[in-house]
């Protein structure tokens, strides 16, 4: 890869920093503006969560639970495989700081307003609970 960043011109651009402990990850986000997760596919990606808490607009693909993540204008989504798609959303982000903006001001709302804690565990909770209740009533009967 970085070889093709250095033949593409991109090497003054394009950090490259390979294993990064979560300290490093945390500064990395800090120093960032945006998110890429072109991925193939996805569960419930924790990075993504992590991205837009930290305030970075993100650029995704539509798989696994990404799509109900993001529902909402809390990222630009991307066609899977497509570089051209990406690379015009990475250039338009990078390009318009207000649309950059608007998209983390979005995202970190979105995760304040669905997944922190005192959100996450109630619903968690209920769920726990239903499950117990489906079981106390089979053993009963």
Request: a negative charge.
């Amino acid at each position: 890869m970085r070889r093709r960043f250095e033949s593409e011109g991109l090497i003054d651009v394009v950090r490259m920093d390979g294993f990064v402990d979560r300290d490093g990850m945390i500064a990395a986000m800090h120093d960032s503006d945006i998110f890429l997760l072109p991925s193939y596919g996805e569960g419930f990606p924790n990075s993504l969560l992590e991205a837009m808490a930290a305030g970075l607009a993100a650029i995704v693909t539509p798989v696994g639970a990404v799509p109900e993540i993001v529902d909402g204008g809390c990222a630009v989504i991307v066609p899977v495989r497509d570089a051209k798609a990406l690379a015009f959303a990475i250039e338009c982000l990078a390009n318009d700081q207000a649309w950059r903006e608007q998209i983390a001001s979005a995202g970190r709302a979105r995760i304040l307003s669905r997944f922190v804690q005192g959100v996450v565990l109630p619903v968690l909770g209920e769920a726990w609970q239903s499950l117990i209740d489906a079981r106390l009533d089979r053993s009963a009967a």
